[in-house]
């Protein structure tokens, strides 16, 4: 950020555009708790709650394409854009697939952000405030019945009772995610101009041709594009292969260069908490150091004692190889569980780097919404990114054959 902003029109943008960022610097440190440093962070929007409802890779998506589209020039202080319009228009092509495929396809709430921006970039967008998604009497996002709703009557359409579909099912399913999340707009109003969702979306100067999905995993040929094979990558989208090491090396070439990037990531790990950190302790190596004879020659057993608990507080993370990470996909220990969007950097008074996370679930952490992930758990747990091509370095976008 400049250090002076002249016009207040420019502090109010800014003053929204950061306040997911400036609460991270809010928080004081608890006990062994890391005190953080930062180094980089980008113009992200407020952080929002998904609540129960599983489309966090909805909410991360939109909300790197709302840093993407800051960095691209909008000038909106209100920027907030609708993920209930793309979670319905999702359904509904999620639907069409079902039905196709004889209804051998996950149709839950999970996703992917590949499929978030292949919605928008089919229907465009809507502001937040034309489509909130909450027709169904709560105040915030609920999506059981829903699911269950459209499940369950897809499962009685693909059993084809008249063995022949009839012409009503589309509009009957389209029926129901009205009902709940809201008729899809042809067009509205937004600071007193009409637009379609397309014409919408063309302002935001999004090219969503210039997004490309990343992933390491050497059960394909590095340098190629392949599907990840997880239930909620249901419209069989490709993701570029490269080492781990390149991964990480984009991912911090990206927040150094002012981009920002979505996350999909298994969360299940208990080194992820609610309290804001995500680390990739080594407990094994705890119990192993205790093993070790000879490191206590000459310590009393009550330094011993006291030595041990303070590594088991805080204990070393894991050295993550590209060996582990297959190892965990292949055995389902990492999976896709989680969507989210990383902005930036951080080091804490020990020399660990950190990713800052933002995440959708409301003012949870200790960070009020924001995650503080070591590089160790990024290593190890990362699924896959969406990243602009040009946060990319140019090396690794040759091997890519990326223009």
């Not at 999905?213 to 392949?226: A, G, I, V, W």
């Not at 747990?381 to 969406?386: A, E, S, V």
Request: a negative charge.
């Amino acid at each position: 950020m400049k250090k002076t902003i002249i016009l207040s029109f420019a502090i109010l943008i800014a003053t929204t555009f950061f306040a997911g960022a400036q609460q991270t610097r809010a928080a004081a440190p608890q006990g062994n708790d890391p005190v953080f440093t930062i180094l980089k962070q980008n113009p992200i929007t407020p952080v929002k709650n998904q609540a129960s409802s599983g489309t966090c890779w909805c909410f991360s998506t939109v909300s790197f394409f709302e840093s993407e589209a800051i960095r691209l020039g909008c000038k909106d202080p209100d920027l907030d854009l609708a993920e209930m319009f793309i979670v319905s228009n999702s359904y509904a092509d999620k639907a069409e697939k079902f039905i196709r495929v004889g209804g051998f396809l996950n149709y839950a709430q999970g996703s992917s952000a590949s499929d978030a921006k292949i919605t928008m970039g089919k229907y465009g967008i809507v502001p937040e405030s034309v489509m909130p998604g909450l027709n169904y009497g709560e105040t915030t996002h609920r999506h059981s019945e829903l699911e269950a709703g459209l499940a369950g009557f897809l499962n009685a359409v693909v059993k084809n009772p008249n063995r022949k579909f009839t012409t009503a099912w589309h509009n009957a399913l389209k029926g129901i995610l009205a009902a709940y999340l809201g008729e899809i707009p042809e067009t509205f109003q937004y600071k007193g101009k009409t637009y379609t969702p397309q014409s919408y979306f063309k302002t935001l100067n999004l090219n969503l041709d210039d997004y490309v999905d990343l992933t390491s995993f050497t059960h394909h040929p590095f340098y190629t594009k392949f599907a990840i094979e997880v239930q909620d990558n249901w419209r069989w989208a490709e993701s570029y292969n490269i080492p781990l090491d390149e991964l990480m090396e984009v991912m911090y070439n990206a927040i150094n260069n002012g981009y920002t990037f979505a996350w999909g990531a298994d969360v299940s790990e208990s080194g992820f908490n609610r309290q804001g950190l995500g680390t990739m302790k080594d407990v094994a190596a705890v119990e192993e150091i205790g093993s070790d004879q000879a490191r206590w020659v000459g310590v009393t057993d009550q330094d011993k004692a006291k030595q041990m608990e303070q590594l088991r507080a805080n204990p070393p993370e894991m050295t993550v190889t590209q060996e582990m990470r297959q190892i965990a996909f292949d055995n389902q220990q990492t999976t896709d569980d989680h969507g989210m969007h990383v902005f930036g950097t951080a080091v804490d008074q020990n020399g660990v780097k950190y990713f800052m996370v933002k995440n959708s679930w409301g003012d949870a952490s200790t960070y009020k919404g924001i995650w503080y992930v070591t590089d160790a758990y990024f290593r190890y747990k990362t699924l896959n990114i969406l990243v602009h091509k040009d946060a990319i370095p140019a090396a690794i976008k040759a091997k890519l054959g990326i223009k």
